[in-house]
């Protein structure tokens, strides 16, 4: 029984339509519909959520009919990255990268730590970095590592080779100015996958 059907026949004993359980996940309804017919093969993420809201286990056939052909590949954790307690692993679906023009060999995962971007990162998100990417582009978000300490801040370039760091949270954490020399750039954020 492919993934489709059970969805459908799951959200069927769930009583709910497909416009309600658009709703209730956060996906338009013509994606559900495209799902139910088998058009298109949701995100990791995108079926964790389904099957919590409708309560239901997939049997082993799903995984072999959306998992099994590579279509979604691991993304490795940032070695230095201290993941205490982390034992989940980020994947990304294979089209997603491929649509996104990025390179599955420049990419790591990295867990937001703290509330300097709360509103749009927010703490535990685990984050996709593409490593290629380590020239400051005005508005983009990086990681980067400032001393021993590994942080995620939009960078504006300045003149005289200096950027400013912004957060989301200014109240609590102000902007800051410092030289590209004192900062080492990790890459651009390309990714976010995590709870509201």
């Known amino acids: 029984m492919k993934f489709a059907i059970q969805l459908k026949a799951a959200r069927l004993a ?3 339509s ?3 359980l658009a709703f ?5 309804p013509s994606l559900i519909s495209r799902y139910e017919l088998g058009k298109v093969a949701p995100r990791l993420e995108t079926v964790n959520r389904i099957m919590q809201i409708l309560n ?3 049997s082993e056939s799903i995984s072999d009919g959306l998992f099994n052909d590579d279509a979604f590949i691991p993304i490795p954790p940032l070695p230095s990255q201290n993941t205490h307690s982390e034992t989940s692993q980020l994947q990304l679906y ?15 995962s990295i867990t937001m730590s703290g509330d300097s ?3 749009l990162l ?16 005005d508005g983009k978000i990086y990681a980067f590592n400032q001393g021993s300490l590994l942080r995620i801040r939009i960078l504006q370039n300045l ?3 200096r950027v400013r760091m912004k957060s989301y949270n200014n109240h609590e954490y102000p902007d800051e100015t410092v030289g590209l020399n004192q900062i080492e750039i990790i890459g651009q954020i390309v990714y976010k996958a995590g709870f509201i």
Do not use: W, Y
Not at 24 to 28: Q, S
Not at 122 to 134: A, E, P
């Open 56 to 58: 239901f286990q997939p």
């Open 24 to 28: 209730k996940t956060g996906i338009t």
């Open 159 to 161: 003149p005289d080779e």
């Open 14 to 16: 769930a009583g709910l």
């Open 18 to 20: 497909q416009k309600e």
């Open 94 to 108: 294979r089209e997603d990268i491929k649509l996104s023009n990025l390179q599955i060999d420049n990419l790591v």
């Open 117 to 119: 971007m709360h509103n």
């Open 122 to 137: 927010k703490d535990g998100d685990k984050l996709v970095v593409d490593i290629s990417k380590k020239i400051p582009v």
